[in-house]
């Protein structure tokens, strides 16, 4: 991790003032935000959030921006009720916290979820997409999960999943140059052992000068030097989609 101190340097970024398009919905034992396109769709996307929680407005925004592109996008609380990590919390309490919320154990939510994009929404192509913690389970859900098409994995913590490189399904890591939470040496060594092991297409791209929560936490308009590698990372993540589904 990056320090002991801030053993994750996720920060809120610059935080959306943003209300969201779609509705908050029950699905089986856990919440969800859902944003449905305007025409019917077969094509759905999980949205895995970050560490603060299912509700933060710059999730929600990828989620819909999901949906602008023809996609049923669904953004479950993964952390199934458990409070969200807050910025006014010590960090020095952060890794007993992130222990209680295992990305590698999400697959009976994920189970739920997908019954109900099938049953409800009508899918039958469904992608996954992370974020930080999201990002790790979307690694997770990769190597396991026989159910999705596809996955996008926004700066996942690779160090969870070491040992584990056989992906069951094509998959899209992006990472930043200056993320002090992943640094290039294990993106390096993801990309060599996927070489090695992986059956399936993927890629790994790194967006210079980037930090950790750049695609879906920083704002456009105050960050000129960045906005066109958030743009970029945006663009990649649903040409990847649409490739897949």
């Not at 807050?86 to 009976?108: E, L, M, Y």
């Not at 997409?129 to 190597?143: D, R």
């Amino acid at each position: 991790m990056a320090n002991e101190a801030r053993p994750c340097p996720c920060d809120i970024g610059d935080r959306f003032d943003y209300g969201g398009r779609g509705q908050e919905v029950q699905v089986g034992h856990i919440k969800a935000y859902v944003c449905k396109p305007s025409a019917s769709a077969d094509k759905a996307v999980i949205v895995i959030h970050d560490i603060f929680g299912w509700q933060l407005p710059n999730t929600r925004y990828i989620a819909d921006m999901l949906t602008t592109n023809g996609y049923t996008a669904i953004c479950p609380d993964f952390f199934v009720g458990q409070e969200a990590w807050k910025p006014s919390n010590d960090w020095a309490t952060f890794n007993d916290w992130v222990k209680t919320r295992d990305a590698g154990k999400i697959d009976k939510e994920v189970d739920v979820v997908l019954k109900y994009l099938k049953d409800q929404c009508g899918a039958k192509k469904i992608g996954v997409v992370g974020f930080c913690w999201g990002g790790a389970a979307v690694q997770h859900l990769m190597l396991k999960n026989p159910h999705f098409k596809t996955g996008v994995s926004v700066y996942g913590v690779i160090s969870r999943f070491e040992d584990k490189h056989s992906l069951l399904h094509p998959t899209f890591f992006i990472f930043g140059e200056k993320d002090d939470i992943i640094p290039l040496e294990q993106v390096t060594s993801l990309e060599q052992k996927l070489k090695q092991y992986c059956k399936v297409d993927y890629e790994v791209k790194i967006y210079p000068g980037q930090t950790h929560g750049f695609v879906h936490r920083k704002r456009e308009d105050i960050n000129p030097q960045d906005k066109p590698y958030i743009e970029e990372g945006r663009k990649d993540m649903i040409n990847w989609l649409n490739k897949y589904l």
